[in-house]
């Protein structure tokens, strides 16, 4: 999950630039270091695919009724909550991983780059990188499934902004607490487990024995998958929308408190 090879920073991040500029340069950086790695971009891009597609057969075989969803209503999002998790959050665990352990971020904080800069251009390939999963998933299982379009789109805009949000703060946490690149591979697993069995990707909340659902309803993923899921169903109220991205941006706003209390810029020996 990690994407091999060191930037310069002096190279990278132009003297006296503005927040756009800086940005800019970081992100050109880590995408050419993103084109070089093969593994990261097969990854990214054909694992949510692959999964989406082997999962047909597990949704038909769930007991939709009663529940207002339909198989398309659980893929379509489902398989933009798991392109999220791989293309952005467990690449960036890998990046931020193998920048802090190369030296890269300490070398990066000696000049003007201010923290949020050197986490958000760091991410900005992963997100163009989502962005171009997401279209093409959208696009092939609609053809696919023959499902119709979504019945509230701006949920899908609002569901993928609340998940980058959330999974670019959980990628720079979770880096906090990985010592090497290597280990980097296995320590994004708990989360997306956890989103995969309760945050309703492939497996609906409402099928589920009524405690857990309750509890799943809390996990930190759950609002973006509820987002994304009520652009298909056209079934959440404004209230709804509002307190699902209240919650989704509360999770974030815990993850970002935990990076600016755990993160290490040096490399964790």
């Known amino acids: 999950m990690t994407t091999?090879?060191?930037?310069?920073?002096d190279a990278v991040v132009p003297a006296r630039s503005g927040t756009a500029a800086?940005?800019?340069a970081l992100g050109r950086a880590e995408l050419t270091l993103l084109m070089r790695s093969r593994a990261a971009l097969i990854t990214a891009l054909l694992v949510p695919a692959v999964t989406a597609f082997s999962m047909r057969g597990?949704?038909?075989s769930l007991d939709l009724g009663g529940t207002g969803l339909s198989m398309a209503t659980v893929l379509l999002p489902g398989?933009?909550?798991l392109a999220l998790i791989f293309s952005v959050y467990a690449n960036l665990v890998?990046?931020?991983v193998t920048r802090r352990?190369?030296?890269v971020l300490v070398r990066l904080r000696?000049?003007?780059?201010?923290?949020?800069?050197?986490?958000a251009g760091g991410a900005l390939p992963a997100l163009l990188l989502a962005l171009v999963q997401c279209v093409l998933l959208i696009i092939g299982l609609t053809v696919a499934l023959d499902a119709p379009a979504p019945a509230a789109p701006h949920l899908v805009l609002l569901g993928l902004l609340a998940g980058v949000a959330l999974l670019v703060a959980a990628g720079a946490l979770t880096a906090a607490v990985t010592r090497t690149a290597e280990s980097a591979q296995l320590t994004f697993l708990p989360f997306w487990l956890l989103s995969m069995a309760g945050s309703g990707m492939f497996v609906p909340r409402e099928v589920l024995p009524g405690a857990v659902a309750d509890i799943s309803t809390w996990l930190p993923f759950s609002p973006v998958m509820d987002l994304l899921r009520g652009a298909w169903t056209g079934d959440l109220g404004v209230i709804d929308q509002g307190r699902l991205s209240v919650a989704a941006l509360a999770w974030t706003g815990v993850a970002a408190l935990g990076v600016r209390q755990w993160f290490r810029w040096g490399p964790r020996h």
């Not at 000696?110 to 986490?119: A, K, L, S």
């Open 4 to 9: 091999a090879g060191v930037a310069r920073p």
């Open 79 to 81: 398989s933009l909550g």
């Open 110 to 119: 000696t000049g003007e780059v201010r923290d949020w800069e050197i986490f």
């Open 101 to 103: 352990e190369s030296l």
């Open 58 to 60: 597990m949704v038909k």
């Open 22 to 24: 800086r940005l800019a």
């Open 94 to 96: 890998g990046v931020y």
